[in-house]
């Protein structure tokens, strides 16, 4: 999407905002022994009670209002009445939506209660290089560029990145141009980042596995070498300078 008026603009940022509250708190809300539908019908009132319909909904028929995934899990996760959240778990919830014919997207991953199983290293390296890639991010910078960094920064940490998911151009539908902003370099996309366009950037931040593949319910992915994968996801406006994050309210840096 490329913001062309005023109200483009307060239309992107009132369902950002409505995504992005969503986010934060569905994360406040998860508690141990809580199903992913629990959480996932906590976070579909809220989208309701602001005006915003679910994306994957809407968009796919997902049988869920937002994606939750849990442990080994990489993303699409059902939120099914049979998934219980555990102390120390590695949750991962993605909120998109629409409301007034604009769409928005963000996503975090997080430890449930004490981090028993040292989750919380991965949960903030993929933090710490969405916020790099993030602001690295403007005008006329290569799309390739910023998955050559996202790749870069996950083997200093000692991590490596799913290689098939990405993040995508957003605002007038889920999935725009440019639909794949890749954690990896990919040399033949000459796209570059243009000014006041809308786009999602999201980290896919692996201990083992570097492609993600469909399981057996036909929605949820997991990884091609198991192992455990962070998510963190921002919609963002492209600026000359320093961009504009639109879901800064989901609070994932903090």
């Known amino acids: 999407m490329l913001i062309s008026s005023a109200a483009e603009l307060e239309g992107i940022q009132k369902i950002s905002e409505a995504v992005a509250t969503t986010l934060k708190e569905m994360r406040n809300f998860a508690k141990p022994g809580m199903t992913a ?63 007034n014919g604009f769409w928005s997207d963000n996503g975090g991953s997080f430890v449930l209660g004490e981090d028993s199983n040292n989750h919380q290293k991965l949960v903030n390296a993929s933090k710490n290089i969405l916020h ?24 200093k940490a000692g991590y490596r990145v799913i290689k098939n998911l990405a993040g995508h151009g ?39 596995s570097t492609i993600a593949e469909k399981g057996k319910d036909g929605w949820t992915l997991l990884g091609n070498k198991g192992g455990y994968v962070a998510q963190h996801e921002h ?16 609070g994932i840096w903090d």
């Open 37 to 99: 539908k629990e959480l996932d019908d906590f976070g579909g009132e809220i989208l309701n009670s602001l005006g915003a319909k679910s994306a994957p909904k809407l968009t796919y028929g997902f049988p869920g209002w937002t994606c939750i995934c849990v442990n080994h899990e990489v993303a699409h996760g059902i939120p099914s009445a049979g998934k219980i959240l555990k102390e120390g778990d590695l949750i991962n919830v993605d909120v998109s939506a629409e409301l």
């Open 132 to 155: 790099k890639a993030i602001y690295r991010i403007k005008s006329g910078v290569k799309v390739s560029d910023i998955g050559r960094l996202i790749e870069v920064e996950a083997r």
């Open 170 to 208: 957003v605002g007038r539908s889920l999935h725009e141009d440019p639909h794949e902003i890749l954690n990896w370099c990919d040399n033949d996309n000459k796209q570059r980042f243009r000014k006041n366009t809308v786009v999602a950037i999201e980290t896919f931040i692996s201990t083992a």
């Open 235 to 250: 919609s963002i406006i492209v600026t000359d300078g320093k961009p504009v994050i639109l879901t800064a309210v989901n």
